[in-house]
């Protein structure tokens, strides 16, 4: 199995300069902005490697923490068998809030995985996502680092997206 990832990570802003501008014919008031834009193709051969891709909704569990264990992911081809990245980093993580509560998703109780520093946090409210790229920085997975924790309520479920190399 192959892993190839587009990453994108774009705000195209159209901002129209007010018409006093008397140097600029309205048609050419329009500033595009895009210059803070990301676009990245990434391989097991590019300087960001990727080889593991697990894509997969997460049910909450009502206020209890729910582990996301980066050595058992669960495997996108179905064949019942589990993911193991030890000894690969988080290239990217990607989560979004289907739900219709707050979730939370933080570094992960006991073996926590500092993909963002020691200490992380992230409150996703209803219907907001996020996406964290790694850019070959984050920890390598291993025994002590390995552990992603989510709290919401019951019924809520995470789209989650993870990529690793």
Same mark, same amino acid.
């Given at each position: 199995?192959?892993?190839?990832?587009?990453?994108?990570?774009?705000?195209?802003?159209?901002?129209?300069?007010?018409?006093?501008?008397?140097?600029?014919?309205?048609?050419?008031?329009?500033?595009?902005?895009?210059?803070?834009?990301?676009?990245?193709? *990434?391989?097991? @051969?590019? +300087?960001?490697?990727?080889?593991? $891709?697990?894509?997969? /909704?997460?049910?909450?569990? =009502?206020?209890?923490?729910?582990?996301?264990?980066?050595?058992?992911?669960?495997?996108?081809?179905?064949?019942?068998?589990?993911?193991?990245?030890?000894?690969?980093?988080?290239?990217?993580?990607?989560?979004?809030?289907?739900?219709?509560?707050?979730?939370?998703?933080?570094?992960?109780?006991?073996?926590?995985? *500092?993909?963002? @520093?020691? +200490?992380?946090?992230?409150?996703? $409210?209803?219907?907001? /996502?996020?996406?964290?790229? =790694?850019?070959?920085?984050?920890?390598?997975?291993?025994?002590?680092?390995?552990?992603?924790?989510?709290?919401?309520?019951?019924?809520?479920?995470?789209?989650?997206?993870?990529?690793?190399?």
């Amino acid at each position: 199995m192959s892993v190839n990832v587009t990453f994108a990570s774009t705000v195209t802003a159209y901002e129209t300069l007010e018409t006093n501008v008397s140097s600029a014919a309205a048609a050419q008031r329009v500033v595009t902005h895009t210059q803070f834009n990301t676009a990245k193709s *990434l391989t097991s @051969g590019t +300087a960001v490697p990727v080889t593991i $891709l697990s894509m997969f /909704e997460w049910s909450q569990t =009502g206020g209890v923490d729910t582990c996301i264990d980066l050595t058992a992911l669960p495997s996108t081809n179905n064949d019942g068998g589990d993911v193991d990245a030890t000894g690969l980093r988080l290239q990217i993580m990607k989560i979004k809030n289907t739900g219709t509560n707050t979730c939370v998703v933080n570094f992960g109780a006991a073996n926590g995985y *500092l993909m963002l @520093g020691a +200490a992380w946090v992230i409150n996703l $409210l209803q219907d907001q /996502e996020i996406t964290v790229y =790694g850019n070959e920085l984050a920890p390598e997975v291993g025994a002590a680092a390995s552990d992603i924790d989510t709290t919401g309520t019951a019924a809520d479920i995470l789209e989650i997206t993870l990529v690793l190399g």
